[in-house]
């Protein structure tokens, strides 16, 4: 299972210059009965015209975690946009100890500048 909170963070945004950015805490929970390894992550983020962008590696803030069945991990990362407000989501390809690969969804979140209206969703 995984869950994310994101966080608008004024003092790393510029307005004035369309630069936002937030801060977004991952937590990732092995429910399943395997041990496994997370190994890479797609992430799309779409800003309020719709723009996507996609972001594709190995791992998640330099790790590779291995999960053994009821272990969670917990990571934070940031997201700058050119609009005040947009949305991220995706995929993490994990690996069980067979080999065998499968992918994780990374539930679709929104990225919204306090008390600035919504603009998508």
């Known amino acids: 299972m995984v869950s994310v909170e994101p966080a608008y963070l004024e003092e790393k945004s510029s307005p004035s210059s369309s630069q936002y950015f937030w801060v977004y805490r991952v937590m990732i929970e092995n429910q399943g009965l395997e041990t496994v390894r997370l190994v890479s992550r797609h992430w799309m983020i779409m800003n309020a015209r719709g723009e996507l962008t996609e972001v594709k590696g190995l791992g998640v803030v330099g ?9 969670s991990y917990e990571y934070t990362s940031g997201a700058p946009l050119d609009t005040p407000s947009g949305m991220m989501g995706g995929t993490y390809q994990m ?9 994780v969804e990374i539930p679709t979140f929104s990225l919204d500048r306090p008390n600035h209206g919504v603009l998508l969703n």
Do not use: H, T
């Open 95 to 103: 690996e069980r100890e067979s080999g065998e690969q499968f992918n």
């Open 63 to 71: 790790d590779q975690p291995v999960l053994k069945p009821g272990e």
